[in-house]
Every structure is written in C-alpha cells, then in structure tokens.
C-alpha cells in the first residue's frame, strides 16, 4: 500500500472490491500523517481514534450485501473554516480559540460524510482564510517554501499522501493557488454551484467551495458528491477520455496582454509545453485578448476587501490585539471604502461578466487556458516573488494576479500540473470553462493531465 501514489479512484475501487480494507487503509494513512507532520504541520488536528473506528465499521458495512456509498472507507480532510459536527472550527485565528464545537456539519462536509468519507481531521488555512501562505503548513515538495493558500493544509496533505482528497474554498484563488504549488488538482466550482452553509465567510458575493485531489478523475468524485450527484460517478469513465485526439472539435483560447506580463520563465516554458499538449490532442488553439481582465481583478479584490470588513468590523473594534497584521491592515482598508463605491464594484462586475459571455460567444470557445500563477512557490522565509528583470512583487499580489479575474466572473476554473521550474517546483495550468460545465471542464484537464504525465510525479517528502 503506497500512499504516495495511491488515487482517490484506486482506493474506491480496492475497497469496494475488498482487496484492501478501510482499516488498513486508514492505519497507513494515519502513520503517514505521524512521519510527515513534523515537515508539513499539514494539520490542525487529527481525529485518529474516531477514524480508525469509522474504517472498522466501514468494513463491517462492506461485509453486508447491501448497496454501499461511493466513498465508504475513503479519507479525506478538512479545511479548518468547514464546522465538523462536534468540533471546534477555529480558522486558525486567535479570536475563535475558544469557539464552540459546531452543532452540525457543514453542507459540503455533510455529503461528503453520507458518501461514506472518513473526515480524518481539520487542515491549515490562513487566518480566517484570509491570504496564501497559510503558516505554519509547508510544501512537500520543499518545506523551505509555502504551500499557498488558503487552502496550504488542504493541498500539502494530499500532495504527501496524507489523504486522499480535502476540501479547500475559493475567494480569490485559494483552492487553484495551493494546488498549483503543490502540483495537485484544484477545482473551483461555478460561484454559487456548491452550498457554503457551515463555512465562515470570507466574502460571501465571491466564496466557493470545491475539491483538492491528486487527479481530475479525483477531483471529479469529489465534486459530484458535494453536489448531491453520486449516481454520475460510476459514468466518469466514460466521460474523461484520454489519449490522441481526446480533444477533437474543442475550442480554446490563450489569453494575451494581462496573463502573459510578468511570468517567472519556468511558468512561462511550462505552459507552453502545456499549450501545445491540448494542440496535440486535437484542440483548436486560439489567440485573443480579453481587455477587461485587470478590470476583473480589480472588482474582485475591491468586494472581497469591503464583504470581509463587514464580517469581521465587530471583531476589529472589539478585539483588535487578536487579529494577525494582515487581516488587520484588509479589514481596515475595506472599511474605508464608502457604501456607494460597493455599489458600482458591483455594476462593475455585471460588465465583466458580460464582456466575457461575449469573449466565448465571439470565439466560440469551450475553454479559456492561461497560467494559474505567474511564479512557483516562494521561501517561506521571503514572501516575495523576483521576476528576470529585477521587479520584484509581493507574494500575495503575485499569486492572486492571475486567479482572482474568474472570481469575479464566477465560472469554473481548475488547476492541473504542467511541470516543474528549475528548482523541481511544480507549476500550474488553469482550464476555464461555461458557467456549471465543471465536467466538460474536467474533461478537457483530464485529456491534458494524462497526455503530459505530471500526474505521475509526487514530492519527495
């Protein structure tokens, strides 16, 4: 039983199969968290007993000739600003250390829980999910960098084999950033596809939730079954084709001007090594520009910074000796901007999302591709980003650049490794597709991600 290369889809099957059990399963996966913690402070905390417990009743389930639920016996984990019924949801952040254990589970964690998961324990986030570098979490592939953020935890832990897939949410990129540094599969859902109930807020025009996973085809489970739509699994097979010409009558488009300035040069040569995959697979590769993109993460930068303000002005005037620098420093700059300027951000953004509808609709396209960040993970000890030409940029306005723009627009977007910098950090590749076509969507990263192979490497942690 090899942790580090076992998929999500593989277990499933080994346990529906009874050719591995949940509780040999859940053992190697719990010895996996005991040796590699002490690199990655992945966890928050880890509910060893209960989940070892769940896998002895998971087998004793698989025994019974009865129908059994997708998931049953998978562990999976769980970003700390999801409510677990019965435990604390702290969001790492000094203000809710005493917070009450929640009364029920959050809606994505409920369905994932009726599918049979084993919510193995809570995953680092930034304060209040309020960044990307989510300390003290690092990257397996090198602890000496990040595993961005917010959801750092969620990524770090399956990308060392920790779990089998996680829950990360998505404001302004903070499930494609950590999946994207990490060398994993994040997939943000069209905004408002998936329930946040039971998720603290962070800025609730902009919130999603949606998987970490090692692969699409993970990826894909995930999705379906926080969406309520498990019956689909078992057709994925069939729906994710790999192989030449996979990609057939499919129209994609590069973007130029915005997404192309200030690139780290091995983000640059690995997607376009990425780029010419989907061109081999059969895609039709089209350049364009879409002129409102810095408008885009403008709009979205400007409502997170108010939405958040308003969730946590209480806590600022009440506690401020509680709340880190950085949330503080975003809590008080959104207080500052007035109700009207709110308004037309929001005006703002109804032109946005028009100008890209026409931007498709024009081009005919099925997908955009750009890259999901413009650099690798940086040292956590030099939070900054240093491009060839000397400019260098804060990390978190380097690493939400190129994310935020399809907050703003709200469509679903996912995040697929595309290879490695010289330094042997993986970079990230972003497919964009039509509003709640997340699986035409991860059917065009399924083609890429088995045509390049990037799935196939894992960190040396």
Not at 7 to 26: C, F, G, Q, W, Y
Not at 86 to 93: P, S
Not at 375 to 398: K, Q
Request: glycine fraction near 10%.
């Amino acid at each position: 039983l090899d942790l580090a290369t076992l998929t999500l889809r593989d277990a499933a099957t080994a346990l529906a199969e009874r050719r591995l059990s949940a509780v040999e399963l859940m053992r190697e996966t719990l010895l996996r968290i005991e040796r590699t913690e002490p690199a990655l402070h992945a966890w928050v905390e880890v509910y060893a007993r209960e989940s070892m417990y769940q896998a002895e009743v998971a087998d004793r389930r698989r025994a019974t000739p009865t129908p059994q639920p997708p998931l049953l016996g998978v562990p999976v984990g769980i970003k700390d600003i999801f409510d677990i019924a019965g435990k604390q949801t702290r969001c790492n952040a000094p203000l809710r250390a005493d917070a009450p254990v929640a009364g029920r589970d959050a809606e994505a964690v409920h369905a994932l829980r009726r599918d049979g998961a084993i919510l193995i324990g809570k995953t680092v986030t930034q304060e209040f999910a309020a960044g990307v570098v989510s300390a003290p979490a690092r990257n397996p592939w090198n602890p000496d960098h990040i595993p961005g953020g917010s959801s750092g935890g969620s990524a770090a832990a399956v990308a060392a084999g920790c779990c089998l897939g996680a829950l990360g949410s998505d404001t302004g990129g903070s499930i494609r950033i950590p999946a994207s540094v990490t060398g994993t599969v994040g997939l943000k859902p069209t905004y408002g596809r998936l329930s946040t109930a039971g998720v603290f807020p962070l800025a609730p025009s902009l919130d999603t939730v949606g998987p970490i996973a090692r692969t699409v085809h993970d990826a894909a489970i995930l999705y379906l079954s926080i969406a309520g739509r498990t019956r689909e699994i078992d057709t994925l097979p069939e729906l994710l084709p790999a192989g030449g010409g996979a990609l057939g009558g499919t129209r994609i488009a590069t973007l130029g001007g915005f997404f192309a300035e200030q690139l780290q040069p091995g983000v640059a040569t690995a997607f376009a090594r990425g780029v010419d995959t989907l061109r081999e697979l059969g895609a039709e590769i089209v350049t364009c520009d879409w002129a409102e993109a810095q408008a885009a993460r403008a709009v979205a930068l400007l409502l997170s910074r108010v939405e958040s303000a308003a969730v946590h002005r209480d806590a600022l005037r009440e506690s401020p000796d509680l709340i880190g620098e950085d949330l503080r420093l975003r809590i008080e700059v959104g207080t500052l901007l007035r109700g009207d300027t709110y308004l037309a951000v929001r005006q703002a953004r109804l032109a946005v999302r028009r100008s890209i509808t026409a931007l498709y609709r024009t081009h005919q396209l099925d997908a955009v591709v750009v890259p999901t960040l413009p650099a690798t993970a940086p040292r956590a000890d030099n939070l900054i980003v240093t491009y060839p030409d000397g400019v260098e940029e804060p990390v978190g306005a380097a690493l939400l650049r190129l994310t935020m723009p399809w907050n703003a627009t709200g469509q679903p977007a996912i995040s697929v490794p595309c290879g490695f910098d010289a330094a042997g950090l993986p970079v990230g590749l972003s497919l964009i597709g039509r509003p709640d076509a997340e699986l035409d969507l991860c059917r065009l990263a399924h083609a890429l991600e088995h045509a390049a192979g990037w799935h196939t490497h894992h960190p040396p942690l």
